[in-house]
């Protein structure tokens, strides 16, 4: 453990064995848990306060759980397993409350596929997660010639009806966040950075990104009140893109269209077209490892399909996996957030085959990098779901007592090799 939160920490460094006030690592462990997922939580519960939705429960638990973290407040082991789930519960709400928030406004999103080359003209491509930033870009920028791209986990916003409506949205340039230096130097326009996952920007391309919202960077020039006027001027006095030709990649599978669909999905598995669903999603990151869900996902067997979400998906999103009788194999739901959406449609199954979700034929495997995967995590956990494998390394802030509770009584565990885990989850 590592505590340096109070005045007579150990050598007035820092408690690295056990806290001179009596608290073990197991308590450090679990209150660093419950403050990461806090940072989730506050950042889904930013993004539907910006679009004018919060919720009283959600805020006053953010102080209650924020004060047992305190010194000399809960040494109780029990009572930190139960708040750590209690994250997990709140972060579910405060995702449902985000997800109704992006509804009202921007409509529910419809499976739609975005280009992945680039138009004639000059550009803007945005990155991060917050749609009201895009959508008010978007607006600003209509009749001014410049086209609009979206990069990393801004690419579900092409299937929302209202942003779906700009013309000049017209693709998705580059992959996942760790990719942006040699993908942001690259594009040759202006770019916006609007929430978290931006990267300190290299020389070449400083003078022409922008931040929006929450996101800062050292000698970028931040937006203020949505007002985009310098990130205009930049794209329009910056050399246009030229023509290319790309790919195609499908969005937009939100919970209400995949369940509109429910019973064809019911039918292909009580007929065996569908032998069994992977939840394959989560954050990306450029640690070596994460080939292994690329190499998943290529070997998932053609009677099964899979759900992703995250900008973990770019490892396979590129990949043609078909269909199974129209229903397509590979399901990108959308960002992290709709983590949300991939549980509903879980919960639905599981009332259709009137079983628990621990018993459908899904199977969840993840990957992590901050902290609204830990807050994700946490709700995963609070609603009982088992057997969970999650990569490409488990979370350093577990002790190994905090993580042998996690295998005990969720099977919580860490992937394997792309063969050797589907040998076990298929048999």
């Known amino acids: ?23 073990n690592e197991d308590i450090a462990s679990l209150q660093d848990t419950i403050l990461i997922g806090l940072k989730g939580i506050a950042a889904y519960a930013y993004h539907a306060r910006e679009l004018g939705a919060r919720d009283e429960e959600v805020d006053a638990f953010m102080h209650e759980a924020l004060f047992t973290t305190l010194t000399n407040v809960d040494f109780d082991l029990n009572r930190h397993i139960e708040m750590a789930l209690k994250v997990g519960a709140v972060n579910l709400k405060v995702m449902e409350l985000l997800d109704k928030a992006h509804v009202e406004r921007f409509g529910a999103p419809v499976p739609t596929k975005v280009s992945t080359g680039t138009k004639k ?16 870009l978007l607006r600003q920028t209509e009749g001014t010639g410049i086209n609009v791209y979206t990069h990393g986990e801004m690419l579900p916003a092409h299937a929302y009806p209202e942003l779906k ?3 000049h949205l017209v693709g998705n340039y580059g992959s ?10 690259e594009f040759p326009g202006a770019i916006l950075g609007t929430t978290n996952c931006v990267l300190i920007p290299k020389e070449s391309y400083r003078e ?26 930049k794209a329009k006095a910056l050399p246009p893109l030229e023509e290319k030709a790309g790919g195609e990649l499908t969005t937009g599978f939100h919970h209400t269209a995949i369940l509109s669909i429910a019973g064809q999905v019911i039918d292909a598995v009580k007929a065996g077209k569908i032998r069994h669903f992977f939840l394959v999603g989560g954050c990306d990151g450029a640690k070596p490892g994460r080939n292994y869900y690329t190499e998943f996902v290529e070997k998932v067997p053609g009677d099964c399909v899979v759900l992703t979400l995250g900008c973990g998906k770019y490892r396979f999103n590129h990949l ?26 879980a919960l639905a199954l599981a009332g259709a085959f009137n ?17 609204k995967a830990v807050a994700i995590l946490l709700t995963l956990l609070h609603l009982g779901i088992k057997n969970i494998r999650i990569g490409p390394s488990l979370p350093a802030f577990l002790t190994p007592n905090v993580l042998k509770v996690l295998q005990e009584n969720y099977n919580l565990k860490p992937i394997t090799t792309p063969e050797q885990d589907l040998k076990d989850i298929l048999g």
């Not at 340096?4 to 920490?9: A, D, I, R």
């Open 355 to 371: 079983c628990s979700v621990n018993e459908l034929p899904l199977s969840l495997v993840l990957s992590w990098f901050e902290q």
């Open 176 to 185: 996942a966040w760790q990719n942006q230096k040699k993908e942001f130097e």
């Open 1 to 23: 453990m590592f505590c340096y939160q109070c005045e007579q920490t150990a050598g007035g460094t820092g408690c690295t064995r056990a806290g001179v006030c009596g608290k």
């Open 208 to 233: 022409r990104m922008f931040t929006c919202g929450i996101a800062g960077l050292p000698g970028v020039t931040h937006i203020k009140n949505r007002d985009f006027t310098p990130v205009i001027e």
């Open 121 to 136: 003209g000059p550009g803007i491509l945005v990155t991060g997660h917050d749609l009201l930033d895009l959508y008010e």
């Open 165 to 167: 409506k700009f013309p």
């Open 320 to 345: 043609e996996l078909g269909d199974i009788g129209g229903i397509p194999r590979l399901i990108d739901i959308g960002q992290c957030n709709n983590a949300y959406s991939a549980l509903q449609v």
